[in-house]
């Protein structure tokens, strides 16, 4: 229970200086600074794959699995990366919800760091839910798996544009709507404002919140199942999520304005859910090594990056350049 305490207070600490003091002004941040922030957060989340690795060869920690400290590092490590792959489509959704609102980019930090602190509590309530009903009921492994594959074959056959989100034909933002009243205006970083009526009514930011909130549940639907995959360790799980949504802010920021240069990553997000779902399925007749899960999915992410650039590359060399027209 102490570690626990001790990684809940590091968040909490970790987001008061996020808020309070490194972006206590609101400003736009550049590609550069995302970059930067995106680096910090990845190198951190290796360095506590560290503090995993020691420990779990001390009796600071519950360790239901029996781990070694090897393969709780590597689980940690490969949970993270799964998380984080899986976040890349809700980076897409996060962009369409800002652009929809029309979110100004200076107070865009501010919805994100309030949706995480939302995304923390879900993401907590159903993976406890997880590790409870994987660990009563065995069975579950295979529904997992199944749902897994699914959405990994939903993914491939789903044709461009078929899946169009528009946030303002949301059940959400039609139910949000007969909560409260709902104003288009904006004023600076506040989530709510007077209207004509003199009547408290939710901003364009607070409906984004909103609606990127519910969203991120869904999406957790998807991922919650994946990491359980790889182990069914309350605290390995949890944290390698959390460190995941931690570096979401800064990632969106390092990708918002490049989403069309990695149109490839789609195919890698299937081949890891593919294979997350076949390792739920035959869990009890092949053993696949910590080792070798962890290379599957660091390659399928790396092949999808490098390929998205590549073609990118091709696709401008291709484009006939003015003079030619």
Do not use: C
């Not at 994100?112 to 065995?138: D, E, P, Q, Y």
């Not at 460190?243 to 990553?265: Q, T």
């Amino acid at each position: 229970m102490t570690v626990w305490i001790l990684f809940l207070s590091l968040v909490v600490v970790i987001l008061a200086l996020d808020l309070g003091v490194f972006n206590k002004t609101p400003h736009i941040i550049s590609t550069k600074e995302a970059s930067k922030w995106t680096g910090i957060w990845v190198t951190l989340s290796f360095i506590f794959s560290g503090v995993i690795y020691w420990l779990y060869g001390t009796q600071y920690i519950n360790n239901p699995n029996s781990l070694s400290q090897t393969n709780a590092a590597l689980k940690f490590i490969t949970g993270y990366l799964i998380e984080l792959s899986l976040s890349i489509d809700n980076i897409f959704v996060i962009a369409v919800i800002f652009t929809s609102f029309k979110i100004p980019q200076k107070y865009q930090h501010r919805v994100l760091f309030w949706g995480i602190l939302g995304a923390i509590v879900f993401r907590g309530l159903m993976i406890s839910f997880g590790v409870i009903i994987i660990n009563k009921f065995t069975w579950t492994t295979y529904v997992f798996g199944v749902f897994l594959l699914f959405t990994a074959i939903k993914m491939l056959f789903s044709k461009d544009g078929e899946d169009n989100f528009n946030p303002k034909d949301s059940f959400v933002y039609k139910t949000l709507g007969k909560i409260i009243p709902v104003t288009s205006e904006h004023d600076k970083e506040k989530f709510f404002i007077r209207n004509y009526k003199g009547k408290k009514a939710a901003t364009p930011l607070f409906v984004a919140l909103i609606v990127i909130e519910m969203m991120d549940v869904l999406f957790a639907v998807d991922s919650v199942p994946a990491i359980l995959a790889i182990t069914s360790d309350p605290f390995i799980v949890f944290s390698s999520n959390i460190f995941a949504i931690l570096g979401l802010r800064s990632m969106y920021f390092f990708l918002a304005n490049m989403l069309e240069k990695f149109s490839y990553l789609e195919y890698s997000l299937i081949a890891i859910l593919s294979f997350v779902g076949v390792k739920m399925l035959a869990h009890d007749y092949l053993h696949i090594p910590e080792w070798a899960s962890l290379s599957f999915i660091a390659l399928a992410l790396a092949g999808g990056v490098f390929y998205s650039l590549h073609r990118d590359k091709k696709e401008h060399e291709n484009k006939p350049s003015r003079d030619e027209e």
